[in-house]
């Protein structure tokens, strides 16, 4: 007989209350988990709302999309490296490399965007290959490899852009990446979609663990979540969808950008695979007790290996997406701040440098914080400098936030 999810089984559905009452009880004893990025975005948005009004507009949102593409993406294949206590600090000039290789293929050779692309990701599959398995297979550390990878990578943009050439991109399939949006009505229609689906899984995973008589989440606490993703989502895609453009007659800004749900499917796809699958369990395993999950019998080298190849495949991607936007790649693509801005992203979003805590999530929410601080402090003027201080101060303050969590986690024993 088919179990089913009865409201009487009080032991197995916890009520709402209770649910609150132990994340609050989480956060007490330091697993913060989101809550400071969260925290952080609805503060940095009031400020900047308050004192530049213009930052709410709704042109003004789409570019906050656009603006932290790049970097988000580079930050959602950190996280998998980040997981195991590692670092790869050649991820944006990977990129950088990837963008050069994906331009190349499209300029000079003349080749079709899809072989560009897959060249371009290819170029990231090897890359993340060799550092992934000097670290492991000759245990050099990370650290080292990808500072030597940082700087090799860096000289190789420049032979590959011929030194200062600026590769222009022209193919309008790449282009539209990061610079056109998708039709008013398809935004809508995503959206009804991607709800629907996440109402589904969540109460297809609440009835699975009712029929194994495991502790499930209530329809109502269900519900609610599926409701806020419901407005929110539906108040974006409302404010997108109205026209940004001065003259709509000559050229319409309306629709989401096609960035937006490229993002979203890479966010479900590598939480998926971290969430509910033997290699993301492997992963944090090995991140947080590398012996304990050898003698366990997960192999750790390839567990190194697969995450830099993730890591450095997700900086291809973004490297394609920097291209689609600047329209051309340079020596300067994927370097500059594309680096420390993709770190702090993570560890802002609550990765742990640490290892054995993180989710891709977290890299998403970490983007949003660095592009509010970018995107905030340009309307309002300030320079360069000011941007680099204060984005160095929010991500020392997470740093200071993990390090601390972590202290609290262990004194209350619940690491």
């Known amino acids: 007989m088919t179990a089913t999810i009865s409201p009487k089984r009080t032991h197995e559905s916890p009520s709402i209350r209770t649910n609150v009452r132990g994340y609050a009880e989480r956060v007490r004893g330091g697993d913060m ?5 969260v925290f952080g975005i609805v503060v940095l948005c009031t400020i900047f709302a308050i004192l530049r009004p213009a930052f709410l507009t709704n042109g003004n949102f789409a570019n906050l999309f656009t603006q932290g593409a790049a970097v988000t993406v580079i930050a959602m294949g950190l996280v998998f490296v980040l997981l195991l206590g590692e670092i790869d600090l050649s991820a944006g000039f990977a990129s950088g490399v990837c963008a050069a290789v994906l331009a190349i293929m499209l300029s000079s050779q003349g080749l079709p965007w899809y072989v560009a692309v897959g060249a371009a990701i290819l170029t990231g599959v090897v890359i993340g290959t060799t550092l992934g398995s000097i670290v492991a297979k000759l245990g050099i550390p990370s650290f080292v490899v990808t ?26 399939t790449i282009l539209a ?3 056109k949006n998708l039709p008013p009505v398809l935004g809508w229609i995503l959206l009804a979609v991607g709800v ?9 995973r609440a009835r699975k663990r009712a029929a194994r008589s495991l502790t499930f989440d209530p329809i109502s606490l269900i519900a609610i979540r599926v ?21 709509a007659a000559v050229v319409s800004l309306a629709g989401v950008p096609i960035v937006v749900p490229i993002i979203v499917v890479l966010l479900v796809v590598l939480t998926f695979v971290l969430r509910r699958t033997a290699f993301g369990r492997h992963l944090y395993a090995v991140g947080g007790n590398a012996e304990a999950a050898r003698r366990a019998g997960i192999n750790v080298d ?9 890591c450095s495949s997700m900086a291809a991607v973004g490297g394609i997406m920097a291209a689609s936007r600047a329209s051309s790649v340079d020596p300067n693509t ?9 770190v ?3 560890v802002i979003g609550g990765t742990s440098l640490f290892g054995g805590k993180g989710r891709v999530l977290d890299a998403v929410l970490g983007g949003a914080v660095v592009a509010i601080i970018e995107n905030g402090m340009g309307l309002m003027g300030y320079s360069a400098g000011i941007k680099f201080m204060v984005t160095g101060s929010v991500l020392l303050l997470a740093a200071m936030v993990d390090a601390l969590s972590r202290k609290r986690a262990a004194a209350t024993g619940l690491r």
């Open 33 to 37: 988990g989101a809550l400071p990025a």
């Open 302 to 310: 390839r567990m190194k290996i697969s995450a830099f190849v993730i």
């Open 227 to 247: 409701a806020a993703l419901a407005l929110l989502g539906g108040l974006a895609v409302y404010f997108l969808n109205l026209e940004r453009s001065r003259n």
């Open 177 to 179: 990446i990061a610079n």
């Open 334 to 342: 994927g370097g500059s701040n594309v680096l420390l801005y993709a």
């Open 147 to 172: 500072l030597a990878a940082f700087l090799a990578f860096q000289g190789l943009v420049l032979l590959l852009v011929q030194g200062g050439t600026i590769i222009a991109i022209r193919d309008e």
């Open 196 to 204: 629907a689906a996440y109402a589904g899984l969540q109460l297809l």
């Open 344 to 346: 702090g992203a993570a």
